[in-house]
């Protein structure tokens, strides 16, 4: 089956993954300097009670640094989203760790229990679902946890006597952890189903685009945004497809209408939405243009298809009836013009681009 990630990109869903992304980037700069102002406050606050320990002492100092370092480079665009989330994450485990080590080595955890920064240890685990793949989640979240459980455990070997009430508290602590990690990775899974049956449900099974529901939700979201005269609609029919299946079968038909759409799909460019309407209808939502741009598109897709013969020898045309976005323009009268513009086309004789009245 051929597959067009970069098409597929468009996705049918209205989420728009690079407004996602400008989502993450705002979040991540309107955070950051919130965490550097509650580590640096932690730290002057814990100085002027003379609570500090030796941890906090040195790593939240370093933490507000990486912070404000990581919120300089999110500003300046050095570094990716996804880097300075794991960049922060990173940093996080390695000073909840420092101080899971320094509460076994004074001894306090067997003493008074997890205190209350330790409460904070398990919030990695949802931050790392968010930011990894499933598996990978996963794996990253187990390590940060069997390394937390092994500096506890090596503790107790090494002779603490914990009184009743801070080994019940070790106990539930750790027992926690893992009812956390269990809970998100069920989470994590059903998230995944979720997106997989979705991007089922919006994807044409023979030809891998998107289906006529996907490519509705695309134009309906386009319309939503899109100034007039800055979009158009170009309907594409394959002229006298019924012969063919008639003649050759219809698994050769089905072959030609994969390579029909995959040469489309070459033609066009990162953002536009080539989507399979009908039995051998092909919709083509093109951005950014008017309707003699999104005519000379359909010339150039219809000579993409009908110079060389396609499934071992076969020659196949097109036909398309074109339309621009109008002020007051709903999916439907769009459409409808596009439609009356194809049927010229096949009344007209086929092979040839007619555009809206």
Request: charge should be neutral.
């Amino acid at each position: 089956m051929l597959r067009y990630p970069h098409r597929q990109a468009m996705n049918p869903s209205p989420v728009d993954p690079s407004a996602l992304e400008a989502s993450r980037r705002r979040t991540g700069l309107l955070l950051l300097p919130l965490a550097a102002m509650a580590t640096a406050t932690a730290w002057l606050m814990s100085y002027a009670n003379h609570s500090l320990n030796p941890v906090d002492r040195w790593l939240l100092p370093l933490l507000t640094l990486e912070a404000l370092l990581l919120w300089g480079l999110l500003y300046l665009r050095r570094l990716s989203v996804r880097e300075v989330e794991m960049g922060t994450v990173v940093g996080l485990g390695a000073y909840q760790l420092a101080m899971q080590v320094y509460l076994v080595i004074s001894g306090e955890v067997y003493r008074d229990g997890f205190g209350a920064t330790s409460l904070w240890y398990p919030l990695m685990f949802p931050l790392i679902f968010l930011i990894l793949p499933r598996e990978q989640a996963l794996r990253f979240s187990v390590t940060y946890y069997l390394l937390g459980l092994t500096i506890g455990l090596v503790g107790l070997a090494l002779g603490a006597s914990p009184s009743l009430k801070a080994l019940n508290s070790f106990v539930q602590f750790y027992v926690v952890c893992v009812v956390y990690l269990v809970l998100l990775d069920i989470y994590a899974r059903v998230r995944e189903q979720y997106f997989l049956m979705r991007q089922m449900a919006h994807t044409d099974p023979l030809t891998g685009l998107a289906n006529r529901r996907a490519g509705r939700e695309c134009l309906e979201h386009t319309l939503n945004r899109a100034a007039p005269g800055s979009a158009a609609v170009i309907l594409a029919d394959l002229d006298h497809f019924k012969a063919v299946n008639d003649r050759y079968g219809h698994s050769v038909g089905d072959q030609v209408l994969r390579e029909v759409a995959f040469r489309l799909d070459q033609e066009l460019r990162e953002g536009d939405l080539l989507a399979r309407w009908g039995g051998e209808e092909f919709l083509i939502l093109v951005q950014g243009a008017d309707l003699e741009q999104a005519q000379r598109l359909a010339q150039r897709l219809g000579a993409a298809v009908q110079e060389q013969p396609v499934a071992g020898g076969i020659g196949i045309s097109l036909s398309f009836g074109v339309a621009v976005f109008r002020p007051g323009d709903s999916v439907e009268t769009l459409l409808e013009r596009a439609d009356q513009a194809l049927y010229r086309a096949k009344h007209l004789g086929r092979r040839r681009v007619e555009l809206e009245a």
